[in-house]
């Protein structure tokens, strides 16, 4: 059996070569554009290659003249199938083969076999014109990417542009969304705790209801305004002495409710304390709290979350791991991209907005740590298949770099 490529961009020619040359035996594989087309030839093996003239991306000339270039198709007939290209170019830029449209059904499988068999088409005998022809050709090739360029360079501007753009609606929908949240918050502690009045048992349940929800209003807005901050070099750090565990054990006690509600059992690993460390307290426990908070989303109800605590030569450690799905290494960087989500979709089953984790990392190199993800970990003897956060900071102010490492 045979191995085929066929670099075609109208699916009806794709699936008249494929039903003539299945029954025949061979495998044939499609690609829709140049592009896709030269990044199959190379990254898989094939005993031939169909290419015709007119694609998009790069043409059947500029297809042919980069496999010739490499040394692992030295040997792969390339045949060009076409209805308006030139012979006389297709054989200078390398084809073996040329084969007019329309196929010829009753003749084509008949053809493509006789060039597996090792057959190639004479080459014209005029080699001055072929020299011509694949001058043109080399000059249209430049001339084509000189265009491609500009227009890559326009596109390019362009998204520089948006960036700022999108850089600056942040930090504007963030002023004006906080202003209003003060009184907001304010007016609604008051009522809670009854100073401007008694309140009633159903009420007072409707008041806790909407704090919830402004709370975690709140929570979104401070991630939206420390996304401008890491996207602008403004977000700074507040230094001073702390005590590392205890700023873990009250980040993973705010999460006790959590945990109750989805009946997620809670492992820990801690050593005794005091841990002195001198940086940004405030700053660390809302890291701490964006990747508690994503362990408990993707834990499935009565699962397990781990919680470590280890003291290194010059750093701390802190690993949180869970027993969900853990994160694909394809995807252990993406997951710390702003806004990036594996399901962004208006109905995935968690929410979020997507800057937690990238603004944990940030955090964390900003106090001369970083922040990685695995798969796995033991956690007090008991191991946790999912994903398993680590977290590092430096012990000192000595090991922190500015007031942020993007």
């Not at 896709?36 to 030839?41: Q, S």
């Not at 000189?146 to 520089?160: D, M, P």
């Not at 709290?289 to 003291?311: H, S, W, Y």
């Amino acid at each position: 059996m045979a191995r085929v490529l066929h670099i075609e961009d109208d699916p009806r020619n794709r699936l008249l070569v494929r039903k003539l040359l299945q029954p025949e035996g061979h495998y044939v594989q499609d690609a829709a554009d140049g592009l896709e087309g030269v990044r199959l030839a190379i990254s898989e093996h094939f005993d031939l290659v169909l290419v015709d003239l007119n694609i998009p991306g790069l043409d059947g000339y500029e297809v042919t003249l980069r496999l010739r270039s490499e040394l692992s198709l030295k040997g792969v007939p390339i045949v060009a199938i076409t209805a308006e290209g030139d012979k006389e170019t297709s054989f200078a830029v390398g084809c073996d083969g040329f084969i007019e449209k329309p196929i010829d059904a009753r003749r084509f499988a008949k053809q493509v076999g006789e060039f597996l068999g090792g057959y190639r088409e004479a080459i014209p005998a005029s080699s001055d014109g072929a020299e011509a022809k694949l001058r043109l050709q080399g000059g249209r090739i430049v001339a084509h990417l000189e265009a491609k360029v500009a227009e890559l360079s326009v596109a390019n501007e362009r998204l520089r542009e948006l960036d700022r753009l999108r850089t600056e609606f942040y930090r504007n929908i963030s002023h004006e969304l906080a202003t209003p949240m003060t009184p907001i918050v304010g007016y609604l502690h008051m009522l809670i705790d009854e100073e401007l009045g008694p309140v009633a048992k159903p009420q007072g349940k409707a008041l806790r209801a909407m704090d919830d929800c402004v709370r975690r209003l709140r929570a979104t807005l401070d991630n939206l305004i420390d996304v401008t901050g890491l996207e602008t070099g403004k977000m700074r750090f507040f230094y001073r002495e702390y005590d590392f565990l205890d700023t873990v054990r009250r980040a993973v006690a705010n999460q006790a409710d959590a945990l109750a509600d989805r009946n997620i059992t809670l492992r820990e690993e801690l050593p005794r304390g005091p841990l002195a460390a001198y940086g940004d307290s405030d700053r660390l426990s809302r890291a701490i709290l964006q990747i508690l908070d994503n362990a408990v989303k993707f834990t499935p109800e009565g699962g397990v979350i781990g919680v470590r605590v280890c003291k290194r030569d010059d750093r701390y450690e802190l690993l949180i791991a869970d027993s969900g799905p853990g994160v694909r290494p394809e995807h252990a960087e993406q997951v710390f991209q702003p806004f990036y989500q594996l399901d962004g979709s208006s109905t995935r089953a968690h929410g979020g907005v997507g800057v937690g984790l990238a603004i944990a990392r940030r955090v964390a190199r900003g106090l001369g740590g970083d922040l990685t993800v695995m798969s796995g970990a033991t956690i007090e003897g008991t191991y946790l298949p999912g994903a398993a956060f680590e977290l590092t900071v430096a012990h000192r102010a000595s090991a922190v770099a500015g007031p942020i490492v993007p």
